[in-house]
């Protein structure tokens, strides 16, 4: 296999670099230049506004490099001055370089770039958006891709020292895009995976399932199907358009479908400016659309649950709060939902095998009742907990959301009762602010991030299990309500 270069820079390196004058003018505002603070990222974003205003004339040019001369400019001035200048679409390959340099300088060295790194992705949001993240998923799937041992020590101890959630969670859907690196013959900090073999899925896999815990293993496996989604065209491997999310080869299926539908709609944009593959969504919308899940050829129930929890992660945020190119697409295809009154109760409902809504306070058959907890949670997943998290939506708003579920009158009082307990858990989450294993001891803030007096610590995500119900996930993965409560016990 060969690669390509990111970035839309050219296969072969510039004939020249980055002009001295450039580099020295830019080099003498950066000794000018505030340092950054990162004792929050409120400040963080502060000082990195003003510093871009200072800088606006040279920055410019950074954000027109060849990803080459951006790798010469880095070595001349630094990590601080570059990483405040790229622009979204640089972050990546900038988290490569940084990764690169790393490890011909050391280990201490690494670490205490990929301290820098991870803050720049965490407190970059309101600059690069989603492409925030970049700066240190490029710089981990690099570290990780290029260096053949298992990466999970080098993980705990230099890639993602900080344990918080936020820290760690974006640090390992880095590692999950690493294993696409390793089955390719060549590499570089400027390189990008250029295509996504079907027989290469087990080993580029195989990062993620050394994982020491099952919730570690998710959180890898978030990147690792995030690579699938962009980069392995079912045309060209001939098989099935929602391969392998509708097969049993690999865990965690309903993440892979989270990031199969979340791409569909990119797929509309003019130019194709994000990876993925048009023939994904003209077969989505061959097969039944958002009927697909139950109405399709899913090979078992499990598979069917995968798919509910993955559409509602990405599509239910339409009818509750919407999010531009996803919501216009998939809202187009239910516009009843979008107009009512209970969202939630309606969306969840369609997933059902009976229809109940004639009824009253009638009890579920247990398929009915796994769909519809599993459609709870999925839809307060992903975007929809992105978004509160990002537009710093306070907990009073957040749960409005689950008022609904406790006056559907069709059902018990028991499943109502059930259902509302887990869509108040799942607002208390975001995408990237996760309730930590003494969590019920610890208080969150009104825009849902957990605090606790005790240090997070890697000890904790060594033995974290997405059986435990605190992690609101048991629907799919520890399915107890007809037994009572869900275990708390991590398998």
Known sequence: ATFRQGGGTMLSPPSRGPSATRLAACAALAVAATIFSFSSRSAFFKKSQQEALQLSDDMGYLQQVSCYELREATKELGIDVVANAINNRQTHQFGQIVAGQGLRKGHEQMKSDMVKMGRYAMSGYPK????????????????????????????????????TYEFVSVCLHGLGHAGFIRVLDEYDECSSVPFIRASDLPVAYEICAQAPSSMLELRCADGFYHGVAEELDPQREDVNWMYPCNTMELPFQEICFKWLFFQVPLTLLPGLPFRGYVSRRKS?????????????????????????????????????????????????FVPEIV???????????RYLQRDYTALTSVELSEVDERRWLTCVTGSLSFIMSQMWRTQKVPMAERVKVCDQLLHVKWQSAALQQVSYELCLQRTRFSYLSYVRSDAPNATVDVYGVWSSDVDSSWDEWYSASVEASEYAMWPLYNYTYRQGAPSKAAH
């Not at 690069?128 to 705990?156: C, I, M, N, Q």
């Not at 919308?285 to 993955?310: D, H, W, Y």
């Not at 107009?339 to 409902?349: I, Y």
């Open 339 to 349: 107009a009512s009154k209970t969202p939630l109760v309606d969306w969840c409902a």
């Open 128 to 163: 690069h958006g989603g492409f925030a993240f970049g700066y240190l998923h490029g710089a981990v799937w690099y570290v990780a891709g290029k260096t053949k041992e298992s990466p999970w020590d080098r993980v705990r101890y230099e890639l993602c020292t900080n344990a």
């Open 284 to 332: 989505f919308e061959k097969e039944g659309g958002l009927q697909m899940c139950t109405k399709g050829a899913m090979p078992n129930e499990r598979i069917v649950l995968a798919c509910i929890f993955g559409m509602s992660s990405v599509v239910f945020s339409g009818f509750w709060q919407y999010v531009p190119v996803w919501n216009e697409y998939y809202n187009s």
